[in-house]
Nanobody, 128 residues
Framework: QVQLVESGGGSVQAGGSLRLSCETS????????LAWFRQPPGKEREGVAA??????????YYSDSVRGRFTISQDNAKATLLLQMNSLKPEDTAMYYC???????????????????WGQGTQVTVSS
């Protein structure tokens, strides 16, 4: 059973930066997908960034709203998924979730329905 624990959320002013972490445990896979989703207040959850790993290949995916500002990466030694968020905007305010599935993703990397393991979330608040 894969377990995901997010951390790193907080409050920041517009233009600032935060780095989210998602500690993973419960399995070792050579082919898998990890992603960050967010759910703003009163809105549906949306995919933000994802990484799909196969033997010898790692691909990243971003939503249009964060491309160029957010960077998804992995610290394999620590089994941790990271999300570096720069140039934050008030509209980035949301609960951020980490998600996982033990197969690579393709066109569905930012689709909520693809993932079957979820963390509890960490709150990010950006003030203007």
């Amino acid at each position: 059973q894969v377990q995901l624990v997010e951390s790193g959320g907080g409050s920041v002013q517009a233009g600032g930066s935060l780095r989210l972490s998602c500690e993973t445990s419960g399995g070792t896979y050579r082919r898998y997908s990890l992603a960050w989703f967010r759910q703003p207040p009163g809105k549906e959850r949306e995919g933000v960034a994802a990484v799909s790993t196969t033997t010898g290949s790692v691909r990243t995916y971003y939503s249009d709203s964060v491309r160029g500002r957010f960077t998804i990466s992995q610290d394999n030694a620590k089994a941790t998924l990271l999300l570096q968020m720069n140039s934050l905007k008030p509209e980035d305010t949301a609960m951020y979730y980490c998600a996982a599935r033990s197969i690579p993703c393709g066109t569905n990397c930012l689709s909520e329905d693809f993932y079957n393991f979820w963390g509890q979330g960490t709150q990010v608040t950006v003030s203007s």
